[in-house]
Nanobody, 119 residues
C-alpha cells in the first residue's frame, strides 16, 4: 500500500522557517520523481518544488532562494526547507510522487499538511 505521510506544518510568523518532511512507503522511491505542491484557500494547486529520481530540481519562481527541496533515498524521505516565509505561503502543502513501472506512470499524493504564516 502506497503511503506518503507529511509532517512539519504549523503556524509561524512572517520571516520564520519551517521544514516539511514526507515519508514514503509502498513504491520504489529511488527512481521516482518527488514534489511538493500547495493549495491556498480559493486557489488552484501549484507546484512548489520538485526533485527527479536523478536529482534534478525545479522550483516555482515565487519560492526560489527561500525554499529548498532535498531527498534521502536511504530513508525514503523528501524534505522541503522553507525560509523567509511570507503570509502568501499560507496553504496546505502536499507531497507527491510519480513512479514509472511496467511502462506506465503512477501518481501518488499525501494527505497534506497545513502551513499558516502570520503577518
Amino acid at each position: 500500500q502506497v503511503q506518503l505521510v507529511e509532517s512539519g506544518g504549523g503556524l509561524v510568523q512572517s520571516g520564520g522557517s519551517l521544514r516539511l518532511s514526507c515519508a514514503a512507503d509502498g513504491f520504489i522511491f529511488r527512481g521516482s520523481d518527488m514534489a511538493w505542491y500547495r493549495q491556498a484557500a480559493g486557489n488552484q494547486r501549484e507546484l512548489v518544488a520538485g526533485i527527479s529520481g536523478g536529482g534534478t530540481i525545479k522550483s516555482a519562481e515565487s519560492v526560489k532562494g527561500r525554499f529548498t527541496i532535498a531527498r534521502d533515498n536511504a530513508k525514503n524521505t523528501v524534505a522541503l526547507q522553507m525560509n523567509s516565509l511570507k503570509p502568501a505561503d499560507t496553504a496546505v502543502y502536499y507531497c507527491t510522487a510519480e513512479e514509472s513501472r511496467t511502462g506506465a506512470r503512477f501518481e501518488y499524493w499525501g494527505q497534506g499538511t497545513q502551513v499558516l504564516v502570520s503577518s
